[in-house]
């Protein structure tokens, strides 16, 4: 009976077709978001560092006052062409496939939600005027924000999650996604007044990792903290959970992780989780190159945008590859 022997390219192709779905399915796609507090909208967004883009107002509302949001930082709405330019910015943004989220709060601003009244009546000004309602004094005319990012450092937050409900009910008869996106500092889970309530009403959280909390941060090297608390925020009752980090070494002792730290020693772990939805930087002003080395579709790795097997497809780079350690794959290379 003669014998079968296994053509040697054959054994080799299905080797290295081993190794890569081996490393794909252990990896997990993950998206880039961004604070921009500027005007230059459509330039951050013809990056193509970004897939989510949370635009940063100045607001004041609560203590009775009527609720305000103010645009002065990204257009002057009382001009001869007002805020038309940075309305087809938002719209081209959005058709490119970005989503577009209108954030509030933050550290400036005189802003507080006092009771369940207040978030009621915020919730009503934000969906007349800038969501899916109809009001006469639009100011980005028919633009219609993709969702709201909430960044509270002043009151309960129940009162916050109570503007998040509204906001989702306001959407549920419209019958349009509505994204409700929160970013609590990371030891936002305790007992106290500031500590985030889990009723399940976010579509995704963004923790802040970084700052003058020091228990969680990165620091001279040392990861315990973040790991500490990444370990309970990922059970957190939202669909993902996202990691806020700078995207810029700012004053020291503030959390900053340098990007190849970051891929090496961080991502990892990181998705190991099921919940992890990516990372969202502080800030755009400040990202001088960390969302292109830190993206996979930017980088060209297995997480790419396109589904095809071809594009998809990884071999081991090793060290024949310019002495690089990584991936390669039918769209580019990816060093990690």
Known sequence: MPSFQFPIHLLTFL?????????????????????????????????????????????????????????????????????????????????????????????????????????????????NNFLGGQSNSRPLNDVVFDGVDITNERSSWDNWSKLGEELGKLYEKQGKKFYLSAAPQCSSLDSSSHSIPQPGIFD??????????????????RFEGFWKFWNVWKTFSADKVFVQMLAGPMAEDMGYIPPDVFRSEVLPELQ??????????????????????INPKVCG????????????????????????????????????
């Not at 794909?24 to 951050?44: D, M, Q």
């Open 272 to 293: 190991r989780s099921s919940k992890f939805g990516g990372v969202i930087l502080w800030s755009e002003d400040i990202d001088k190159g960390y969302s292109s080395k």
């Open 15 to 127: 080797y290295f077709s081993l190794i890569a779905v081996s490393t794909s399915a252990s990896r997990r796609s993950f998206e880039v978001g961004v604070y921009s507090t500027r005007n230059a909208l459509i330039g951050v967004c013809n990056s193509g560092n970004y897939q989510i883009i949370n635009v940063v107002f100045t607001v004041s509302l609560g203590n009775a006052q009527t609720p305000e949001i103010n645009l002065i930082d990204h257009c002057n709405s009382t001009a001869v062409d007002g805020c038309t330019k940075f309305s087809q910015e938002i719209k081209a943004c959005q058709a490119s496939g970005i989503k577009i989220m209108l954030s509030v709060g933050g550290g400036s601003g005189k802003y507080n939600l006092n009771n369940f009244t207040e978030a009621t009546n915020f919730s009503t000004y934000l969906w």
């Open 204 to 221: 995704y959280i963004s923790v802040q990792f970084f700052g003058d909390n020091l228990v969680c941060q990165y620091l001279n090297g």
């Open 301 to 336: 790795s297995v997480e790419a945008a396109s589904e095809s097997a071809n594009e998809i497809a990884e071999f081991p780079m090793g060290n024949n590859y310019v002495g690089q350690r990584g991936f390669r794959s039918c769209r580019g290379s990816c060093v990690l």
